[in-house]
């Protein structure tokens, strides 16, 4: 998730600490902060960002002092811990960022997660619409597996999935946060039933209303959902063709895997590398296992941060032209590149290569994404990636919650934004409905055909 120095501790953060949808019946746990605590955690949130919060100008007109006084009195309004805490979340999602975010307290969290539901569907986001990927054994025979969910409450289901869920999600662009709310379109509270609307697989539509029970009820689910991707796949396709998949860079198994498997790499007549699933971790992951796919050096992500000097931050209030970025604080450290990628001693395998990527690749799979830009035997195949990366401050809140704020902004080498757009793929391809009920992957496919070609 971070592309540096926090990796796994942001990792266990988002685990432990998810964005919750918004409901009307909060939990019921007393608030156990004082009007003190609370003003000041509000203050906290917005004296760091005001200072280091790396991309204001993406949000050109909120008016940050203005929203800080308006919530003052929201927070301090609030009759439970839970309450505050979605006050402090409201505030900071302003600033619409991917690795900027308020965690509730755990208990608090846990309490929330026991409130809020969803029937025995899982759904999925492809190609903007809402697609059933998981349904429970005892709905299988009339939510067929892959239906698509039209409606919700009776209005389209991607609309009320971005209304119900999209301003909650820690995003820097549309499309990772219209990925999230639509796998989150069904949740709500526990005690309200949902009435969707589906068109199956086989032309069908058909209405029901469904509990949330997902919690209260016992059933299975049909395929098993809890079966994570390995960090590291290695298989050959047609043609010797090899398929790496690098699903995590949070810790180095996934490079050393990499390298372990070069023997066999280095028979292959071509190579794919998918990272659609990577969510990211620390960029020296990503860059290890490049450094093994190039002859040439590769410059890294640019990076700036910043900067405040009290004195200059004065002169500056006075006009004085050479310090008016300091008094304004829009003054900035330029930190160059975060250096190159460097050719690994030994024999490398430089072959015909298609990286394959998606909405759901963040962060430090983003940053070798950034890395082998032009390079000539690569190809990017897929949809755009989330658009998030860069270094968080880690920030402990009054009653056992976290923050962070993103303080470092990365760009391309030659200064193109990549935070807030995405990595745009040479060859854009994106998965349709009915690529998933066939179950066929148009991506590999166009990443195979790419490979084989030798060229883009």
Do not use: C
Not at 25 to 49: C, F, H, M, N
Not at 210 to 222: P, Q, S, V
Not at 367 to 376: I, K, M, R, W
């Amino acid at each position: 998730m971070l592309s540096r120095m926090f990796p796994i501790v942001a990792a266990s953060l988002l685990a432990i600490a998810p964005t919750l949808p918004a409901q009307e019946g909060s939990p019921a746990t007393p608030v156990t902060l004082s009007d003190a605590d609370k003003i000041y955690g509000l203050s906290l949130l917005w004296q760091e960002a005001n200072y280091n919060f790396a991309y204001f100008d993406r949000v050109p007109e909120l008016q940050w002092d203005s929203l800080y006084r308006a919530t003052l009195p929201r927070i301090l309004a609030t009759t439970t811990t839970y309450d505050y805490y979605r006050e402090l979340q409201r505030f900071i999602q302003t600033l619409g960022d991917g690795h900027t975010g308020v965690y509730l307290p755990e208990d608090v969290q846990r309490e929330a997660s026991e409130r809020e539901s969803y029937p025995w569907l899982l759904t999925q986001e492809v190609d903007g619409r809402v697609l059933v990927r998981n349904v429970g054994a005892a709905l299988a025979a009339q939510v067929p597996l892959h239906s698509e969910i039209v409606t919700i409450d009776g209005r389209p289901a991607a609309v009320v999935a971005m209304e119900r869920h999209g301003p909650w999600v820690e995003a820097s662009t549309t499309h990772y946060r219209r990925m999230v709310a639509l796998g989150r379109a069904l949740e709500g509270p526990a005690t309200d039933s949902v009435t969707i609307t589906i068109a199956t697989p086989a032309g069908d539509r058909r209405t029901m209303t469904l509990g949330r029970d997902r919690r209260t009820r016992e059933d299975t689910w049909t395929p098993d959902p809890n079966v994570r991707p390995a960090p590291f796949e290695f298989r050959w396709l047609d043609d010797g063709i090899a398929y790496v998949a690098i699903n995590t860079m949070g810790d180095t198994m996934p490079a050393r895997h990499f390298e372990d498997s070069l023997p066999a790499l280095r028979k292959a007549r071509g190579l794919i590398l998918d990272l659609r699933r990577n969510g990211g971790g620390s960029s020296s992951v990503g860059y290890r296992i490049a450094s093994w796919l190039t002859n040439d050096s590769l410059t890294t992500s640019a990076w700036r941060t910043r900067e405040h000097r009290a004195a200059m931050k004065a002169w500056g209030s006075y006009g004085i032209e050479q310090h008016l970025a300091y008094g304004q604080m829009n003054a900035w450290y330029d930190g160059g590149s975060h250096g190159t990628v460097e050719p690994a001693d030994g024999e490398r395998v430089i072959v015909p290569t298609a990286i394959l990527m998606d909405h759901a690749t963040a962060s430090a799979a983003e940053d070798l994404l950034v890395a082998v830009d032009q390079v000539p035997h690569m190809t990017l195949v897929g949809r755009r990636s989330t658009g998030s990366t860069g270094q968080p401050l880690m920030l402990d809140l009054p009653g056992g919650g976290k923050a962070r704020i993103v303080t470092k902004r990365d760009t391309y080498p030659d200064g193109r934004d990549f935070v807030g757009v995405g990595v745009i793929p040479d060859i854009e391809v994106a998965q349709t409905v009915e690529d998933v009920r066939r179950g066929t992957d148009a991506q590999l496919a166009r990443a195979v055909a790419v490979v084989r070609g030798g060229r883009r």
